[in-house]
């Protein structure tokens, strides 16, 4: 017979795995590490959405004019049913890393990462940077969601909507450790997989909010790294909307990313 308290033992670590688990998370797959999820699908190259409810935001001391409001008014709901796929589409299918660099659940985000740094840490283990397409469509999932986790902005579900910081930019044009220090009184970030809620269709944590994330650009961008999710002061930022402004040496406060790879089984 089983000793009872054996068994209780089992019966408490089979519990703390399922908790550890996000509903959305459909687990490892065989033809990628442990640490990464399989993303597979179509992705179309433009996606869009009919929006429902907008809402502008306002930093503290600013005035919300009517020109601010046509300026920074973001959708905050989307409709389920009237979504429009246009432009060519594109098999998806590539082993991508469940948490932000360095993909450890627990783990804090890596920051001021420039996109030549993700090159270089993706690299030495075996990896490569995601591209924009391959981001997108983890964030959307099969249904082509605005939002990693749905069709409405809601700020408790992710990292966001955290209070903006005012920030010293010349720190972060001199030596690293000025800039780390300054990054440092900036941190609003969280902590990979503390929110449970935050997770894709393909088990993606954080791809909306917390640290925005550099990806592989798409072949007309003018650089070839551009940044994805916004970042925890961010609270509309969803699947698509890129931010291809910076340099590939570009390196901020809220800047990382994550890796993928090809599937083992590739085809």
Request: proline letters at 8%.
């Amino acid at each position: 017979m089983l000793d009872p308290w054996l068994s209780l033992f089992g019966l408490a670590v089979a519990m703390a795995s399922v908790a550890t688990k996000a509903p959305g998370d459909p687990g490892p797959h065989p033809a990628c590490p442990e640490d990464m999820r399989l993303v597979e699908g179509v992705h179309h190259e433009r996606v869009t959405h009919a929006c429902l409810a907008e809402q502008t935001s306002v930093k503290p001391g600013e005035k919300d004019t009517k020109e601010r409001a046509r300026r920074d008014a973001h959708c905050f709901k989307f409709a389920e049913d009237l979504t429009v796929l246009e432009g060519p589409e594109r098999p998806i299918r590539v082993c991508m890393d469940q948490f932000e660099a360095p993909n450890r659940r627990g783990a804090r985000p890596m920051v001021l990462a420039s996109f030549r740094n993700a090159e270089a840490w993706c690299s030495k283990r075996g990896r490569r940077v995601c591209s924009e397409r391959e981001w997108e469509f983890a964030c959307e999932g099969p249904q082509h969601r605005p939002l990693s986790y749905g069709w409405a902005v809601n700020v408790r579900l992710c990292n966001s909507n955290k209070g903006w910081k005012p920030v010293d930019f010349a720190k972060f044009d001199g030596p690293r450790e000025i800039a780390r220090r300054e990054a440092e009184k900036l941190w609003q970030g969280s902590t990979s997989g503390q929110y449970p809620t935050c997770v894709s269709p393909f088990g993606i944590y954080d791809l909306n909010g917390n640290v925005e994330e550099w990806v592989a650009s798409r072949e007309e961008r003018r650089w070839p790294g551009a940044l994805m999710g916004g970042f925890w002061a961010k609270p509309w930022t969803g699947c698509r909307g890129t931010n291809d402004a910076h340099q590939p040496t570009f390196a901020f406060y809220e800047t990382g990313f994550r890796c993928c790879k090809e599937p083992s089984d590739a085809r």
